[in-house]
C-alpha cells in the first residue's frame, strides 16, 4: 500500500509539474508572453540522473512487490496502466477543484493581503514607537540616575547643614544672656527658686563660654563682661546669705540643726561658689569651720561638766579591792569608804545600760536630774555623753560631704577640723577620770557601750569616728585589765588570820568575786573577749586558793568541808543566775562542789554508820574480785552491825537531819545533801530493815518547794 501511494504520489508531482508547463507556455514569466521552460525537476524519479543507480532500482523494486497491497492487486489482475491513470485522473480534478476554490477566495485572499499589508504597515509604526519611547525611557534613566545622584549630595549637604545648625544653636545658646536671667540674679532674694533655677542657668552658660574661650571662640568677648558682672553679683548675694546662716550658730540657745537643715536646701550655693570663686567658697568654709568647732566644744565641755554632776558620790577608790577585809582600819585623814563594798561588784541593773532600748535612749539632761535628784553610774553618763557626740558626729559627717561636695580623705579632713577639738577634749577628760576610777564592771560597760556605738556609725556609713573609738578603747582596756589585776592581787596577798573571825558560812570575798565574775561573764558573752576570760581565770584561780587557804583556818575536817561547800554553792548560785551553765566558771566549779559533797557525805557517815559503809565497801570489793565466799567468816560482824542499824538508824538520820540543816546556809543544798547520805546507808539491803518505814522517814526531810 506504502508503493501504491509512492507511485500515486509520483504520478500526481508528473501531472502538476506538466500543468504548471503548460501555464508556463501560455501565460509566460510574470513579465507577460511564453518564456523559457525552466528543466522539470523529478528528484527521485529523474533516470537520466547520473546519480541513479540500477541497483537502487532493483531494490525498490523488490521492496514494492512485497508490499500486501502489490501482492493484492498481481493476484487479481488489476491493470496497472489503467488504475494510474485513473489516479491521474482524480488528481486533474482536483487540481481543477482547487483552482477553482482559489479563484472563488480571490477576493478574500487580495483582502487579507491587503489586512497583512496594513497591519505590517502598523506594526512598523508600533515598532517605530517602541524604538522612540525606548530611546525617551534611556534618557530618562539617565536623568533618573543624574536626579539621584543630585539628591544624595543635596541630602549630605542638608545633614551638614543640620549638625552645623545644631552646633551653632548650642553656641548661640550657651552663649545668649536672657533678660530674665539677669532680672533674676539683679533683683530676686536668694531665697526664691527662680534664684536657685536662674543661677544654674548662669553657671552653665559660665561654664559654656570658659570652654568655647578655650577653643578660640571669638564671640564669648561679646559676653564675657555681662557674664562677670553677674557672677560678681551672684556671689556677692550667696556669700552674705551662708554668712547670716553660719552666724545665726552663734546665737545662744540656737538649735543650729535647724539653720544646718535650710543650708542644705541651697547646696548649690556653695557649688557655684567652688566653681566660680574658690576664695569665697574658702572664706565660707572656714568661717563654718571656725564657728561649729567653737560651738561643738563650748557645748560638750559645759554638758561634761553638768553631766558629771550627778553621778554617784560614792565612787569606788583604790582600796575597795575584793581582797580588802570591811574591818580594814584607815588613817585619820583618809576618805570614808564606801558603806558597802559588795555594791561595786555588782552588776544589778546596771547591764540595762547595754541594752538596745537603753543604748539609743535620749541623753540624759543634767539639770532636770539634779532638780529630781536623781543619781547615775558612770556607765551611763559615759553613754548619754557618747550617744550625743555619736548622734551629732554623724550628722555633721554627712552635712559636711553633702553640703561641701567631698567624700573620703577630704572629708575626714574637715570632719576633724569641726570636731577635732571636741574629740580631744573628750579625750582627756575620760583619761583624766579613768586615772582615779577602780569600778571594773563601769569600765567594762563602757568598753562594750563604745563597741555598739561603732557597730551603728558602720550602719549609718560614717567612718570618721574610727579612729576615736580606737583612742577610747585604748584608754579604756588597760585601766580595766588593770582594775582586774589589783583585784586578783588583793585576793592573792589576803591573809586568813586577818580576817577576824571565822565561821563556816559563805564569805564575803567569794560572794564578791561570785558577783563581780558572773556580771563581767553576762556582759562578755554579748561581745566575747578571749583577754577578759584569761584575766576572769586568774581571778578565779586565786579565790579557789583563797578559800582553800580560809578552809584550812579550821581546825576539824568536817568544818572545813561545811566551808567550801558553802562558798562553792553560793558562787555557783550566783553564777548559775547570769552566766550561760556550760560556761567554764560554772562547770568548774560544779566539779568543786560534787567532790567537797561526796566528801562530806563520807565524813558524816562516818561516825553513826561508819562500821555499816566500811563493811559494805569491803563486800562490794569481795564480790567484784569473785571472793564472795570469804564474807561467810563476817556472820557475827554482820550480825552486830544490822543490830545496831536497826536500833540506832532513826536517831542517826535525824541527828544528821539537824547537823546539817544548821550547817549550810542554803536550804535547799542542805537538803539534797541530807537525802544523799540516807540513800548511800541502803546498800544494808532491804531485807536488813523496814524499807517503807526508811522511805517515810526520807520523805520527812525532802524539801517542800
Not at 366 to 371: G, K
Request: aromatic residues 8%; glycine residues 4%; contains cysteine.
Amino acid at each position: 500500500m506504502a508503493a501504491a501511494a509512492t507511485m500515486a504520489a509520483a504520478a500526481r508531482e508528473l501531472m502538476l509539474r506538466a500543468g504548471a508547463s503548460d501555464m508556463e507556455e501560455e501565460e509566460g514569466p510574470l513579465g507577460g508572453g511564453p518564456g523559457l521552460q525552466e528543466p522539470l525537476q523529478l528528484g527521485e524519479l529523474d533516470i537520466s540522473s547520473d546519480e541513479f543507480i540500477l541497483d537502487e532500482v532493483d531494490v525498490h523494486i523488490q521492496a514494492n512487490l512485497e508490499d500486501e497491497l502489490v501482492k493484492e492487486a498481481l493476484k487479481t489482475g488489476v491493470d496497472l496502466r489503467h488504475y494510474s491513470k485513473q489516479v491521474e485522473l482524480e488528481l486533474q480534478q482536483i487540481e481543477q477543484k482547487s483552482i477553482r476554490d482559489y479563484i472563488q477566495e480571490s477576493e478574500n485572499i487580495a483582502s487579507l493581503h491587503n489586512q497583512i499589508t496594513a497591519c505590517d504597515a502598523v506594526l512598523e509604526l508600533m515598532e517605530q514607537m517602541l524604538g522612540a519611547f525606548q530611546s525617551d525611557l534611556s534618557s530618562i534613566s539617565s536623568e533618573i540616575r543624574t536626579l539621584q545622584e543630585q539628591s544624595g549630595a543635596m541630602n549630605i549637604r542638608l545633614r551638614n547643614r543640620q549638625a552645623v545648625r545644631g552646633k551653632l544653636g548650642e553656641l548661640v545658646d550657651g552663649l545668649i544672656v536672657p533678660s530674665a536671667l539677669i532680672t533674676a540674679i539683679l533683683e530676686a532674694p536668694v531665697t526664691e527658686p527662680r534664684f536657685l533655677e536662674q543661677l544654674q542657668e548662669l553657671d552653665a552658660k559660665a561654664a559654656a563660654v570658659r570652654e568655647q574661650e578655650a577653643r578660640g571662640t571669638a564671640a564669648c568677648a561679646d559676653v564675657r563682661g555681662i557674664l562677670d558682672r553677674l557672677r560678681v553679683k551672684a556671689v556677692t548675694k550667696i556669700r552674705e546669705f551662708i554668712l547670716q546662716k553660719i552666724y545665726s550658730f552663734r546665737k545662744p540657745m540656737t538649735n543650729y540643726q535647724i539653720p544646718q537643715t535650710a543650708l542644705l536646701k541651697y547646696r548649690f550655693f556653695y557649688q557655684f561658689l567652688l566653681g566660680n570663686e574658690r576664695a569665697t567658697a574658702k572664706e565660707i568654709r572656714d568661717e563654718y569651720v571656725e564657728t561649729l568647732s567653737k560651738i561643738y566644744l563650748s557645748y560638750y565641755r559645759s554638758y561634761l561638766g553638768r553631766l558629771m554632776k550627778v553621778q554617784y558620790e560614792e565612787v569606788a577608790e583604790k582600796d575597795d579591792l575584793m581582797g580588802v577585809e570591811d574591818t580594814a582600819k584607815k588613817g585619820f585623814f583618809s576618805k570614808p569608804s564606801l558603806r558597802s563594798r559588795n555594791t561595786i561588784f555588782t552588776l544589778g541593773t546596771r547591764g540595762s545600760v547595754i541594752s538596745p532600748t537603753e543604748l539609743e535612749a535620749p541623753i540624759l539632761v543634767p539639770h532636770t536630774a539634779q532638780r529630781g535628784e536623781q543619781r547615775y553610774p558612770f556607765e551611763a553618763l559615759f553613754r548619754s555623753q557618747h550617744y550625743a557626740l555619736l548622734d551629732n558626729s554623724c550628722r555633721e559627717y554627712l552635712f559636711i560631704c553633702e553640703f561641701f561636695v567631698v567624700s573620703g580623705s577630704a572629708a575626714h579632713e574637715l570632719f576633724n577640723a569641726v570636731m577635732g577639738r571636741t574629740l580631744s577634749m573628750t579625750l582627756k577628760h575620760l583619761e583624766s577620770y579613768l586615772t582615779d576610777c577602780y569600778d571594773a564592771i563601769a569600765v567594762f560597760l563602757c568598753i562594750h557601750i563604745v563597741l555598739r556605738f561603732r557597730n551603728i556609725a558602720a550602719k549609718r556609713d560614717v567612718p570618721a569616728l574610727d579612729r576615736y573609738w580606737e583612742q577610747v578603747l585604748a584608754l579604756l582596756w588597760p585601766r580595766f585589765e588593770l582594775i582586774l589585776e589589783m583585784n586578783v592581787q588583793s585576793v592573792r596577798s589576803t591573809d586568813p588570820q586577818r580576817l577576824g573571825g571565822l565561821d563556816t558560812r559563805p564569805h564575803y570575798i567569794t560572794r564578791r568575786y561570785a558577783e563581780f565574775s558572773s556580771a563581767l561573764v553576762s556582759i562578755n558573752q554579748t561581745i566575747p573577749n578571749e583577754r577578759t576570760m584569761q584575766l576572769l581565770g586568774q581571778l578565779q584561780v586565786e579565790v579557789e586558793n583563797f578559800v582553800l587557804r580560809v578552809a584550812a583556818e579550821f581546825s576539824s575536817r568536817k568544818e572545813q568541808l561545811v566551808f567550801l561547800i558553802n562558798n562553792y554553792d553560793m558562787m555557783l548560785g550566783v553564777l548559775m543566775e547570769r552566766a550561760a551553765d556550760d560556761s567554764k566558771e560554772v562547770e568548774s566549779f560544779q566539779q568543786l562542789l560534787n567532790a567537797r559533797t561526796q566528801e562530806f557525805i563520807e565524813e558524816l557517815l562516818s561516825p553513826p554508820f561508819g562500821g555499816l559503809v566500811a563493811f559494805v565497801k569491803e563486800a562490794e570489793a569481795l564480790i567484784e574480785r569473785g571472793q564472795a565466799e570469804r564474807l561467810r567468816g563476817e556472820e557475827a560482824r554482820v550480825t552486830q552491825l544490822i543490830r545496831g542499824f536497826g536500833s540506832s538508824w532513826k536517831s542517826s538520820v535525824e541527828s544528821l537531819s539537824q547537823d546539817v540543816m544548821r550547817s549550810f546556809t542554803n536550804f535547799r543544798n542542805g537538803t539534797s545533801i541530807i537525802q544523799q547520805p540516807q540513800l548511800r546507808a541502803l546498800p544494808a539491803r532491804a531485807e536488813l530493815i523496814n524499807i517503807h518505814h526508811l522511805m517515810v522517814e526520807l520523805k520527812k526531810h525532802k524539801p517542800n518547794f
